[in-house]
């Protein structure tokens, strides 16, 4: 069973304000991947991580940034949030063995209001 | 292009009946992996099955089980006997290059399937 962590699950926030999404994995992967996703529409790669202190954005632009410090933490910060800002936002990972599937934390529904 | 293409916005199944979900994919790299996963009302993305693209048989895990015709570039999954609880949405993914190295997966759109009691 994958333990992957997503707080908060769902968030209303006004305009302009700076938010932090927290993700965490206890499995050891080095790899991890922030996904942004609107409601009954394809997922779309926003930012993700090989390691500590190695992000790269991904197809989607997007105005967020990350960090990784630790291996386990991968979170994800909006400077000022803004209406179009409203979507779900996915984070997953993955280790070095197997097929290398991804693992998905539950999501953060994010409403910019 | 679409690297992943799902034809089916919607589907409908009885339940204890068999359900076909099409993915098409195209990609030029000769490794690559496909995917499915469940999507719930709840969120949260659940892996089901794996297909290689060196794999000599299609994967089956259970109720699940992948259609894959390399030549013809598809992946559908297919549910058997399917259950109430099998109602989600269902993508398609595809990783490019070999497992290690390649960084991202690719979406489809998805399909909706419904299980009708």
């Known amino acids: 069973e994958a333990d992957i962590y997503q707080t908060p699950r769902y968030l209303v926030i006004g305009t302009g304000k700076k938010i932090t999404l927290e993700c965490s994995q206890t499995m050891g992967h080095d790899k991890m991947y922030w996904y942004q996703q609107d409601p009954g529409m394809e997922l779309h790669l926003i930012h993700y991580s090989y390691g500590v202190n190695s992000t790269e954005k991904g197809d989607l632009s997007s105005e967020s940034t990350v960090s990784r410090i630790r291996t386990e933490h991968f979170p994800l910060t909006l400077e000022s949030a803004r209406p179009s800002h409203t979507s779900q936002y996915l984070c997953a990972s993955s280790g070095d063995r197997g097929v290398y599937e991804q693992y998905f934390g539950p999501g953060t529904r994010l409403t910019v209001t | ?117």
Do not use: H
Request: net charge neutral; hydrophobic share 30%.
């Open chain 2, 1 to 117: 292009a679409q690297k992943i293409t799902q034809t089916q916005p919607g589907m409908f199944v009885q339940e204890k009946e068999a359900v076909t979900l099409d993915c098409t994919y195209d990609t030029s790299d000769p490794s690559y992996g496909l995917f499915w996963y469940k999507q719930p009302s709840s969120g949260e993305m659940i892996f089901l099955i794996y297909q290689g693209s060196y794999d000599q048989q299609n994967a089956t895990e259970g109720r699940y089980s992948l259609n894959f015709q390399k030549a013809r570039k598809s992946a559908n999954l297919v549910i058997s006997a399917s259950q109430l609880g099998d109602s989600a949405m269902y993508f398609c993914a595809m990783r490019e290059g070999r497992g290690g190295s390649a960084r991202q997966l690719t979406f489809g759109s998805g399909t909706q399937l419904t299980v009708l009691p």
